[in-house]
């Protein structure tokens, strides 16, 4: 039922993972952790689809916003080169935000999800998402819903967007060449941001036990547009760049960037960048009640999750972040690992997924 590697002291790891499909409380997934370049666990195992063509070594899936974490380390590099800086404003780079209502905002408030620009405003269908210009139009000409720092909401869809706007006009490339420039085929890895056509026949397809939920009448970070499973499982989705919410990937290659990142810091390697630059991305940004996710999130400076709880693992230190549906990426600086899990059973709630709590804890225990 599942295959990959798994030291042997991680057994009963494994185990727990291969009752998931047992149990049939899993349909396809990964799990991997790395230290320093080598796999202690790196398992996968069910099924991609309906078909029951199984899920293989290379299988991606989508992993929805386990992706910032992913875009926040490329934001990281290009501050170590200097392309990037936290405390510029962003009209130094976006000439639209030199407006009286957005010429406050600067990079580290998009970043750590201050700026006010949480949500579209004005209704916006699953269609008006794979328009680049259209919502960066729309996202130019709507106003704030607060002053910059003064709150935080969680930018759960115009983060990716905000974000890559600003990087295209820095580097004239979008995020997702850039993912694929600087990690994907420079390590060889299978996560992509904008499938290419080649790697479509890998992407397992999304399932979804939906939960009816009662829609607030006002537009929030999260329900403009409503996440629908089935036009995320369609090819117009897959190649289309969405950066806060369509990464595809494994938890392979997921957990072997967090492992290079938190290496080049605790054994400053500088594979990726120096050990200075990822401690200020690292730095704290605020430590509040996140109002989009009425949770109190602690937010680095380019928006990497600090101490997620068990979604993170037994030590205070690791970061990350986490995705709708159940799949995440972290790293633990204590132990030197990057880890994830990577589904295509979406968890429509937006509580903890068990699933990779069950793994850690277990992990952590034998470690």
């Known amino acids: 039922?599942?295959?990959?590697?798994?030291?042997?002291?991680?057994?009963?790891?494994?185990?727990?993972?291969?009752?998931?499909?047992?149990?049939?409380?899993?349909?396809?997934?990964?799990?991997?952790?790395?230290?320093?370049?080598?796999?202690?666990?790196?398992?996968?195992?069910?099924?991609?689809?309906?078909?029951?063509?199984?899920?293989?070594?290379?299988?991606?899936?989508?992993?929805?916003?386990?992706?910032?974490?992913i875009y926040e380390i490329i934001v990281s590099i290009l501050i170590n080169e200097n392309i990037l800086d936290l405390e510029k404003p962003v009209s130094y780079y976006w000439d639209a935000f030199k407006q009286s209502n957005k010429r406050?905002?600067?990079?580290?408030?998009?970043?750590?999800?201050?700026?006010?620009?949480?949500?579209?405003?004005?209704?916006?269908?699953?269609?008006?998402?794979l328009d680049w210009n259209k919502i960066i139009s729309i996202l130019e000409n709507q106003e704030p819903?607060?002053?910059?720092?003064?709150k935080t909401y969680y930018h759960a869809k115009t983060h990716g967007f905000l974000i890559g706007e600003i990087i295209k006009k820095t580097t004239n490339k979008s995020l997702g060449k850039l993912v694929y420039e600087l990690l994907s085929k420079k390590f060889k890895l299978d996560f992509f941001i904008g499938t290419p056509k080649n790697q479509?026949?890998?992407?397992?397809?999304?399932?979804?036990?939906?939960?009816?939920?009662?829609?607030?009448?006002?537009f929030n970070a999260?329900?403009?547009?409503?996440?629908?499973?089935?036009?995320?499982?369609?090819?117009?989705?897959?190649?289309?760049?969405?950066?806060?919410?369509?990464?595809?990937?494994?938890?392979?290659?997921?957990?072997?960037?967090?492992?290079?990142?938190v290496n080049d810091l605790i054994l400053e390697k500088n594979i990726l960048l120096s050990k200075s630059s990822i401690k200020k991305c690292l730095t704290e940004s605020v430590n509040r009640i996140d109002k989009s996710l009425m949770l109190p999130i602690r937010w680095s400076q380019v928006g990497l999750i600090l101490r997620g709880g068990w979604l993170f693992g037994k030590n205070k230190e690791s970061f990350g972040h986490n995705g709708w549906g159940g799949s995440l990426g972290f790293a633990d600086p204590i132990l030197g690992i990057g880890v994830s899990y990577v589904t295509n059973k979406i968890n429509p709630t937006m509580a903890s997924d068990q699933r990779i709590i069950n793994l850690l804890k277990k992990f952590y225990e034998i470690i």
């Open 1 to 69: 039922m599942i295959s990959g590697y798994c030291e042997e002291k991680y057994t009963p790891v494994k185990k727990i993972f291969e009752d998931y499909f047992l149990k049939q409380e899993e349909i396809g997934a990964s799990f991997a952790i790395y230290k320093e370049g080598k796999p202690l666990i790196d398992l996968y195992g069910g099924f991609k689809n309906k078909n029951k063509e199984k899920w293989e070594e290379n299988t991606i899936v989508n992993v929805f916003s386990a992706t910032k974490g």
């Open 104 to 129: 406050e905002i600067k990079l580290k408030h998009i970043l750590s999800h201050q700026s006010g620009l949480y949500r579209f405003k004005k209704k916006i269908t699953q269609q008006d998402l």
């Open 222 to 261: 999260f329900n403009n547009p409503e996440h629908e499973t089935n036009f995320y499982n369609k090819e117009d989705w897959q190649t289309a760049e969405i950066p806060s919410m369509n990464g595809h990937g494994n938890a392979r290659s997921i957990a072997k960037i967090y492992d290079i990142f």
């Open 145 to 150: 819903d607060h002053l910059c720092g003064e």
């Open 200 to 218: 479509l026949s890998n992407i397992a397809f999304l399932y979804e036990n939906k939960t009816e939920s009662k829609i607030p009448s006002e």
